[in-house]
Nanobody, 126 residues
């Protein structure tokens, strides 16, 4: 069983930055693929970013490319999502997710992930 706990959400203005954190339990965190997804009210869950087990490969949705950065610290069992130049359309509940297998055919497919956090709210005002 893997537990994921997100933090770092909040209410900010357009153009501001936030850093989300996701702390994972489990002694094999370094082998997990980690992903961030978000869900806005009335919308489907959408992929935001993912990072492979080593941190050497990252993947982003087109809507956040160039503004968001995903990273990980395997020594701290933590994944991060740095969000710059936030826009009102970034408002959503952000979830981190873990895939236990170190490889994936589609990092953006939420069904590839085995465990999910409880989510953290990000609200961007205009």
């Amino acid at each position: 069983q893997v537990q994921l706990v997100e933090s770092g959400g909040g209410l900010v203005q357009a153009g501001d930055s936030l850093r989300l954190s996701c702390v994972a339990s489990g002694r094999t965190f370094r082998t997990y693929i980690m992903g961030w997804f978000r869900q806005a009210p009335g919308k489907e869950r959408e992929f935001v970013a993912a990072i492979n087990w080593s941190g050497g490969s990252t993947y982003y949705a087109d809507s956040v490319k160039g503004r968001f950065t995903i990273s990980r610290d395997n020594a701290e069992n933590t994944a991060y999502l740095r969000m710059n130049s936030l826009k009102p359309e970034d408002t959503a509940v952000y979830y981190c997710a873990a895939r236990l297998h170190p490889y994936s055919s589609d990092y953006g497919d939420f069904t590839e992930y085995d465990y999910w956090g409880q989510g953290t709210q990000v609200t961007v005002s205009s």
